[in-house]
């Protein structure tokens, strides 16, 4: 506050890149794959929550997926 700094903040616009990232995707121009970390079945959600907070296992991203039998890292 005494060095008179200042901090400016703001979102992305979803809206405006959401239709043309989900084409580029479906072309197969953009592969967003790698950021998945894990695949787990839906069951998971809190521990992956947990290991995801933590910033264990290396852990970026989580799918769950519903009627996934037992645990699977991507």
């Given at each position: 506050?005494?060095?008179g700094?200042?901090?400016?903040?703001g979102?992305?616009?979803?809206?405006?890149?959401?239709?043309?990232?989900?084409?580029?995707?479906?072309?197969?121009?953009?592969?967003?794959?790698?950021?998945?970390?894990?695949?787990?079945?839906?069951?998971?959600?809190?521990?992956?929550?947990?290991?995801?907070?933590?910033?264990?296992?290396?852990?970026?991203?989580?799918?769950?997926?519903?009627?996934?039998?037992?645990?699977?890292?991507?």
């Open positions: 506050m005494n060095k700094l200042t901090i400016r903040t979102q992305t616009h979803v809206n405006r890149w959401t239709d043309d990232l989900l084409n580029r995707v479906l072309e197969n121009q953009i592969d967003p794959s790698f950021v998945i970390t894990h695949t787990e079945p839906l069951e998971s959600g809190p521990q992956m929550y947990k290991t995801f907070r933590d910033k264990q296992d290396g852990c970026i991203k989580v799918v769950l997926k519903p009627g996934m039998n037992g645990g699977l890292h991507a």
